[in-house]
């Protein structure tokens, strides 16, 4: 178990670790399970290419997690189904970039090489489980198949282990489950099932995108403290995609906050949580509800101005002017550097830190 305490700063994100954080793994020398380089993505629509990705670059060290951030339509899932080349080719087309993973780069496997990583080597949670569970199997033979797929097990003895990887995800009477269908289950146990799919053969790297969508906090909490356990007990890194800074400040050692196919700001949870250097990680904090904060009758939450721009009206210069509280003229018409400061700070403004 582990808590966060919120209302101590100014951006109300310090953490308060009153016990051990599980999500927090110690290794020596960490090691990078994953590395990005230079990863850019584009789609073939009518309207011509466009690009969702535009150039990312990130790693995630042995044991970490890592927090990808942003609203929808900034690029975060592309990324990650393009780890595991999960996206369909075409229309989507990597243009450029390497995704190494000890030391091979995964976009120059064939399908074969790709099939036997999936799901052995590097594991995903999708989003929503109750469309990415075939609703015409029952809950054991899908789990089943990834068992007899990467191990030697017969079925009987993957389907005993598939008993066991629900038990271990807390779900109750778990060789019941095994002959429901997905619809029979609720979502929370939907979610619970997708887990313990992904890790099923034990994988090293686990990318999770949005685990806790539309569950509510309960389950959210539950399911957040399970991933925490799980990676305790198997020292895998993850990989978490979502919009709930909340979740970010329980879970993750560092964050990425991306925006229109651009990772804008990056750096240690606490630090970044509490003194961000980037306009849009600072509305996005804003943006969240604050025990006590809204006292009087009628006051509205902050909010950042606008949307997210669609691929074939990306503005110039920085993609986040129009939004912008504190944007200049250099903003409208150049894109702004890559700044680093202490700690691993890294952060794309033309503002000089401390001017938010």
Not at 97 to 124: D, E, P, T, W, Y
Not at 205 to 213: F, G, H, M, N, Q
Not at 220 to 240: D, V, W
Not at 333 to 356: D, F, V
Request: glycine share 8%; with cysteine; aromatic share 4%.
């Amino acid at each position: 178990m582990f808590y966060y305490s919120i209302g101590n700063s100014k951006t109300g994100f310090i953490k308060d670790q009153v016990r051990l954080n599980p999500f927090i793994v110690k290794t020596k020398m960490p090691s990078r399970e994953l590395d990005i380089q230079d990863l850019k993505i584009s789609f073939s629509t009518p309207r011509g290419k466009l690009t969702a990705v535009n150039g990312i670059s990130f790693h995630l060290n042995q044991g970490e997690t890592l927090a990808l951030v942003g609203e929808s339509g900034c690029g975060k899932t592309v990324s990650a189904l393009s780890i595991l080349r999960l996206l369909p080719e075409p229309p989507a087309e990597i243009l450029s970039g390497k995704i190494l993973f000890s030391g091979q780069n995964l976009l120059s496997l064939n399908a074969k090489a790709l099939q036997n990583l999936r799901g052995r080597s590097i594991s995903m949670i999708f989003q929503d489980p109750m469309t990415s569970l075939n609703p015409v199997l029952t809950i054991g033979e899908q789990m089943a198949e990834t068992l007899l797929r990467h191990t030697p097990m017969s079925r009987p003895e993957a389907l005993q282990k598939s008993a066991d990887l629900l038990g271990k995800v807390e779900i109750p009477s778990p060789k019941e489950k095994l002959k429901h269908y997905p619809h029979q289950l609720s979502g929370g146990m939907r979610q619970r099932v997708m887990i313990a799919m992904a890790l099923a053969c034990s994988p090293r790297v686990l990318i999770a995108d949005e685990p806790t969508t539309a569950l509510d906090v309960l389950i959210q909490a539950q399911i957040l403290e399970l991933l925490g356990n799980l990676k305790r007990e198997t020292g895998m890194s993850i990989l978490i995609i979502t919009h709930d800074l909340g979740v970010v400040a329980e879970i993750a050692q560092r964050v990425l906050i991306m925006y229109a196919g651009e990772i804008v700001e990056s750096g240690p949870a606490q630090a970044l949580l509490d003194d961000p250097r980037h306009p849009y990680t600072r509305g996005l904090i804003a943006s969240v509800p604050k025990l006590g904060a809204l006292k009087k009758t009628g006051t509205r939450l902050e909010e950042i101005p606008g949307n997210v721009p669609s691929l074939d009206q990306r503005p110039s210069g920085c993609a986040f002017h129009p939004r912008c509280n504190w944007a200049i003229e250099k903003c409208k018409t150049q894109k702004p550097p890559l700044r680093e400061g202490e700690g691993q700070r890294q952060w794309r403004c033309h503002l000089e830190p401390g001017s938010l």
